[in-house]
């Protein structure tokens, strides 16, 4: 990544877009500029306090967000300034999200869990929004922010694993690190619309690229349980990718990654888990994103997700969520 990373206009907005936040302080009074920004850090990510370097006076930021699937991605273009998440925020204001920061341009440091990365050059890390973080911008930066809830790892990366990857720095000078950030920066850059099926296949290829990086950079455990954790997240995708398919069966996972039933069992039950609920929590998590974010039919829904009818689908749903589909999307949509 080089100083001339695309950069979304921070004051575009295409027709029919999801941008949620469009801002610049660039035209506000210097009494307004700072408490505007700080007001929108806190409601575009979670509580922050935000300290500014000394003798500074003018603060010029711009910031574009926008809701992909079941992600957020913003784009900030800001004057050198530092967020600070502390144990009495959280408190105030809980929240279990991922934000991803990739510098574009300039630099900035995350640090979370006593561990520090500086970030440039398309580098990219993870601060949690559970645990008190800091994030600073040493320099005038362009930074992709992208917001997810850790379930969405949750298939492909342990928790113990996603644990320590907090504040570390993932280069993008190759392997998955790399094509990590020219997807998100592509992401980020285009104000693209997308029909429901192709949020779902792109929100998807984000994750598994993240996940992938995330695996790659962290080892944790001894060489045993990497290699149960890897026989883990290889029956989890595969269960993922026949998400669709009613008649595919834990035997076929098997076949397909010579695994033995029983031994496939002994994998989730070490996470806590079966095969079956497991899978049936991801189902119903991709169930509410698609009542929420699209306008399919039910039965439609039903199909995508392995249901043989909609009848069946919705009994599950309601047992799940206290609630039926439709119900369900009138009341939260």
């Not at 967020?83 to 991803?100: A, E, N, W």
């Amino acid at each position: 990544m080089t100083d001339s990373a695309p950069f979304v206009d921070p004051v575009r907005t295409a027709p029919g877009s999801a941008t949620t936040v469009a801002l610049s302080t660039r035209h506000l009074t210097t009494s307004e500029q700072r408490e505007v920004w700080a007001e929108t850090l806190d409601s575009t990510y979670c509580e922050m306090d935000v300290d500014w370097p000394s003798g500074s006076d003018a603060f010029a930021a711009d910031i574009v967000a926008r809701s992909v699937g079941s992600m957020s991605v913003s784009v900030v273009r800001a004057d050198p300034h530092t967020v600070v998440r502390t144990p009495t925020m959280i408190d105030s204001d809980p929240g279990d999200d991922l934000l991803l920061c990739l510098i574009t341009r300039g630099t900035a440091t995350i640090s979370q869990d006593g561990r520090t990365g500086v970030l440039d050059g398309g580098a990219f890390g993870f601060v949690d929004s559970a645990r008190p973080f800091v994030v600073r911008g040493d320099t005038e930066f362009e930074q992709i922010v992208v917001r997810l809830g850790r379930d969405l790892l949750a298939p492909q990366v342990a928790e113990n694993k996603l644990d320590h990857s907090l504040g570390q720095r993932f280069a993008a000078t190759g392997g998955i690190d790399r094509v990590a950030s020219h997807l998100l920066v592509d992401l980020a850059s285009h104000d693209d619309e997308f029909t429901a099926g192709d949020l779902t296949a792109v929100t998807s290829a984000v994750l598994d690229v993240i996940a992938a990086a995330v695996n790659t950079r962290v080892s944790i455990g001894s060489l045993t349980d990497q290699a149960h954790d890897a026989d883990l997240r290889r029956v989890q995708q595969v269960m993922m990718r026949e998400i669709s398919n009613p008649d595919h069966r834990l035997t076929d996972v098997g076949a397909e990654v010579g695994m033995s039933v029983r031994y496939i069992h002994k994998l989730f039950s070490a996470v806590g888990t079966t095969p079956r609920t497991w899978l049936y929590t991801k189902r119903f998590g991709r169930a509410q994103a698609l009542l929420l974010q699209t306008d399919l039919p039910v039965s439609e829904i039903a199909e995508q997700l392995g249901f043989r009818d909609v009848s069946h689908f919705s009994r599950a749903f309601s047992r799940h969520h206290g609630t039926s589909p439709g119900r369900y999307r009138t009341e939260n949509g």
